[in-house]
T-cell receptor, first 115, second 116 residues
Framework: EPEVTQTPSHQVTQMGQEVILRCVPI?????FYWYRQILGQKVEFLVS????????KSEIFDDQFSVERPDGSNFTLKIRSTKLEDSAMYFC?????????????FGSGTRLTVV | GNSVTQMEGPVTLSEEAFLTINCTYT??????LFWYVQYPGEGLQLLLK???ADDKGSNKGFEATYRKETTSFHLEKGSVQVSDSAVYFC???????????????WGLGTSLAVNP
């Protein structure tokens, strides 16, 4: 069964450093998403991406965040200058054409720890 | 705006007990409704879904019925197993429309522990 792959599984970074979280969505999927889950809290939508541009973003997704699909297979989330409160589990997801939210496939997540 | 409210956990049950995890929602129109499960140390897996009123989603012995009149999507299982211990999330997305990009809105999650 096709999978969404996220790397690394765990990243520790110092406050103020830039991090890039990587995702390889399912190959024929067209819509890509990032969600985050702060420990013990709800899963929150960050951003959706379609046709090489952001289609929607939440208020969490401020100027410190950016997304990119650099090479047609990877989908990355960059945090420019990490803060302690960015520590969370970050999930990438993708869906195929015509599937909407019914067809979500999630990656296994990247646990980001900012120290 | 759209929102999801789940019963708070943790829920602790003995093996073979009956499980109900309540979920209610607020949304305009007819959202699609989902239950996701997160096993310890793992990612988010779709457990079941329902896309229109009165639909029943089912998987692995779990069931949930989309009740428009009570805006609810309660998760049930007749006989839980130790392996069902996980965190369960109720979620919704906007009304299904072919080709549309739809974000998910999540409940807080309910932790379930099943003891042998």
């Amino acid at each position: 069964e096709p999978e969404v792959t996220q790397t690394p599984s765990h990243q520790v970074t110092q406050m103020g450093q830039e991090v890039i979280l990587r995702c390889v969505p399912i190959s024929n999927h067209l819509y890509f998403y990032w969600y985050r889950q702060i420990l013990g809290q709800k899963v929150e939508f960050l951003v959706s991406f379609y046709n090489n541009e952001i289609s929607e973003k939440s208020e969490i997704f401020d100027d410190q965040f950016s997304v990119e699909r650099p090479d047609g297979s990877n989908f990355t989330l960059k945090i420019r200058s990490t803060k302690l409160e960015d520590s969370a589990m970050y999930f990438c997801a993708s869906t195929g054409p015509g599937q909407g939210a019914r067809g979500y496939t999630f990656g296994s997540g990247t646990r980001l720890t900012v120290v | 705006g759209n929102s999801v409210t789940q019963m708070e956990g943790p829920v602790t049950l003995s093996e073979e007990a009956f499980l109900t995890i309540n979920c209610t929602y607020t949304a305009t129109g007819y959202p699609s409704l989902f239950w996701y499960v997160q096993y310890p140390g793992e990612g988010l897996q779709l457990l079941l879904k329902a896309t229109k009123a009165d639909d029943k989603g089912s998987n692995k012995g779990f069931e949930a019925t989309y009740r428009k009149e009570t805006t609810s999507f309660h998760l049930e299982k007749g006989s839980v197993q130790v392996s069902d211990s996980a965190v369960y999330f109720c979620a919704l997305s906007g009304p299904y429309n072919a080709g549309n990009n739809r974000k998910l809105i999540w409940g807080l999650g309910t932790s379930l522990a099943v003891n042998p």
